[in-house]
């Protein structure tokens, strides 16, 4: 650190708290410093305090996302398109963990699935603590997890883990228990750089600037959306079905390469799956009956609010992934793979391959259900 170096980061924060924004390349390197630790510890919870509190830009996004894939990104090569969901925590209602539950039944049904998450912060079941419990290894190479993928159609890459982002992206979020453009920034730095999507934001009005940075570093079809629990208040970082859901689509012209994005909104009552008791999609107050309940979910064991969300939340993976025309047809086809059992059978095979021990990891599993 130098005093340099802080004062030249100290402008940076004065002109946020100004309400001003900053250039891509100014946020890239604002976020250098931050990923280097190279200011204060003060210094650097104010400039992603401010930089939220102002309101992030696509441009701003973008630059932190840079950063972030540029310098602490481990890389992995994959040779399919693949396709990732996730949500940037830090919304106002916490869910059991659907997008995990929706990207095993997209895999499925032959999305090859990407995933890139963390353990939990402010919830009882992060994607990584979720996964774990399930018996997958979490802890495991970049590597294993690209080989998961291929094998099994569905692989994690463990956003707090230093084989996946080496070197400074877990210490900062493990200190910070607020939304920030950090967040948003991190989850898009997936190793296999996927250009299929579907992502959850904690707040409606990030839906637009996170669309238009994920059209600009490179996802062709994605859904980006926020979803609200009618009549509370609150809302989450899924798809909806205790209220409406809004969302952003991208969409490339497959002739000249231009990418559009149009919003659209997700009426849960027209689809037949609304619910109005919210508290059903609450996770358990302790891990092990939540895991218990949700290994019963992909054994198509539960039903009601749970089994309704996670149809939706896959059925617009389906959606984004080309796999059909309409949403409806997506939940359909969701609900034949959960319901035959084949994503059980998917669950199954990734607990087998991202693992150094497989038979204990499928041991964990079975004990589940």
Not at 170 to 177: A, T, V, Y
Request: contains cysteine; charged residues 20%.
């Amino acid at each position: 650190m130098s005093v340099d170096t802080d004062k030249a980061f100290g402008v940076i924060i004065t002109r946020l708290i100004n309400k001003k924004n900053i250039t891509r390349d100014q946020a890239h390197e604002a976020f250098l410093t931050v990923l280097n630790n190279a200011t204060t510890e003060l210094q650097q919870g104010a400039f992603l305090s401010a930089l939220t509190a102002k309101g992030e830009t696509a441009e701003e996004v973008a630059g932190a996302w840079q950063a972030i894939y540029e310098l602490d990104t481990t890389k992995v090569n994959l040779d399919l398109a693949v396709a990732e969901n996730s949500g940037t925590g830090m919304d106002t209602f916490k869910t059991f963990n659907i997008s995990t539950a929706a990207a095993i039944i997209a895999a499925a049904g032959k999305v090859p699935m990407a995933r890139h998450g963390a353990r939990a912060i402010t919830s009882v079941c992060g994607t990584v603590d979720m996964a774990e419990a399930l018996g997958v290894d979490v802890e495991c190479t970049a590597d294993t997890v690209a080989q998961s993928i291929k094998s099994a159609g569905l692989g994690l890459f463990n956003g707090m883990s230093p084989h996946i982002h080496p070197n400074a992206l877990g210490r900062i979020l493990s200190q910070i228990f607020f939304g920030s453009t950090l967040n948003i920034a991190a989850s898009l730095a997936n190793p296999a750089l996927p250009a299929i999507g579907v992502r959850g934001v904690y707040a409606r009005q990030m839906i637009m600037p996170v669309a238009e940075v994920m059209a600009q570093i490179g996802y062709h079809s994605a859904i980006v959306l926020y979803g609200e629990v009618a009549g509370a208040g609150l809302g989450m970082d899924e798809a909806s079905v205790c209220g409406p859901t809004h969302c952003a689509r991208i969409q490339t012209d497959g002739d000249t390469g231009k990418r559009e994005i149009s919003e659209f909104t997700i009426d849960p009552v027209s689809l037949g799956l609304s619910t109005p008791n919210y508290e059903d999609l609450r996770p358990e107050l302790e891990l092990g009956k939540e895991i218990r309940r949700f290994a019963g979910l992909i054994a198509n064991r539960e039903n009601g609010a749970r089994k309704d969300a996670t149809l939706l939340n896959a059925g617009l993976i389906f959606l984004a992934a080309g796999k059909v025309d309409n949403l409806d047809q997506g939940i359909q086809k969701a609900a034949v793979l959960l319901e035959s059992g084949k994503a059980f059978d998917t669950l199954e095979n990734w607990v087998t391959a991202q693992n150094t021990d497989s038979e204990k990891g499928l041991e964990k599993l079975y004990s589940l259900v």
